[in-house]
């Protein structure tokens, strides 16, 4: 697994709001890739800011802790959508001397 380093995420793209949880705290976004020998798949979780890891960039291998998948359902201007969440307690580098997330 790779990660994109991470980025806000966005509650409100017209107003640019950042995302928190129920506690006040920063949603992050974190793009990882899995890959096997036939196939890559990117996935997008969503991670409080406390559990991501400092040093985080393009290509950093890391471990996922708490990860989730939840499905959803909406629908906007009559049109219905649907996918799958994602969201992980901590993205942790496993880059060698790479930082711990930060406490909770």
């Known amino acids: ?6 980025q806000p995420k ?3 793209r017209r107003t640019g709001e950042i995302a928190i949880d129920k506690d006040g ?4 976004t974190v793009e990882v890739m899995f890959s096997t020998p036939d196939e890559v798949e990117i996935l997008k979780l969503t991670v ?9 960039a393009m290509g950093t291998p890391v471990a996922l802790t ?11 201007n009559g049109q ?7 969201r992980a307690v901590a993205v ?8 711990k997330p930060k406490a909770a």
């Open 1 to 6: 697994m790779v990660a994109k380093a991470p």
């Open 10 to 12: 966005v509650k409100d």
């Open 25 to 28: 705290v920063t949603l992050m």
């Open 48 to 56: 409080p800011q406390p559990g991501v890891s400092e040093d985080l």
């Open 66 to 76: 708490g990860l989730v998948a939840s499905a959803w359902e909406n629908e906007f």
């Open 80 to 86: 219905k959508r649907h996918g799958i969440a994602f």
């Open 92 to 99: 942790t580098s496993l880059a060698a001397g790479a930082s």
